[in-house]
């Protein structure tokens, strides 16, 4: 899964920031379909600062410095306000809380 040749440290910090995005992806588009049912808006919101965070993060990954990776942790916003939107929408559905 890793290369062993010159330029490898670089070549496997890009396959290492893909595999992490890759990790995450099924559970923001999980969480943006059903959040963009109730909340529309906010939901792309959150898409748009999560998407930013990836990019961010795979740059500052790409360099090989694990400081740098840390750029990209305020995607964790978009992603549990993504998470409080579904508790709210299941909690709508169950008929926990009104309109």
């Given at each position: 899964m890793y290369i062993d040749q010159p330029y490898s440290h670089v070549f496997n910090c890009?396959?290492?920031a893909h595999q992490n995005t890759l990790?995450?992806?099924?559970?923001?588009?999980?969480?943006?379909?059903?959040g963009g049912i109730l909340y529309p808006k906010l939901s792309a919101l959150c898409g748009l600062i999560?998407?930013?965070?990836?990019?961010?993060?795979?740059?500052?990954?790409?360099?090989?410095?694990?400081?740098?990776?840390?750029?990209?942790?305020?995607?964790y916003i978009g992603l549990l306000i993504l998470l409080v939107i579904n508790i709210i929408f299941a909690l709508k559905l169950l008929g926990l809380i009104s309109s």
């Open positions: 890009i396959q290492r990790e995450s992806y099924p559970m923001f588009l999980v969480l943006m379909i059903f999560w998407i930013a965070a990836r990019v961010t993060y795979a740059f500052g990954y790409y360099t090989g410095d694990p400081e740098r990776r840390k750029w990209g942790a305020f995607g």
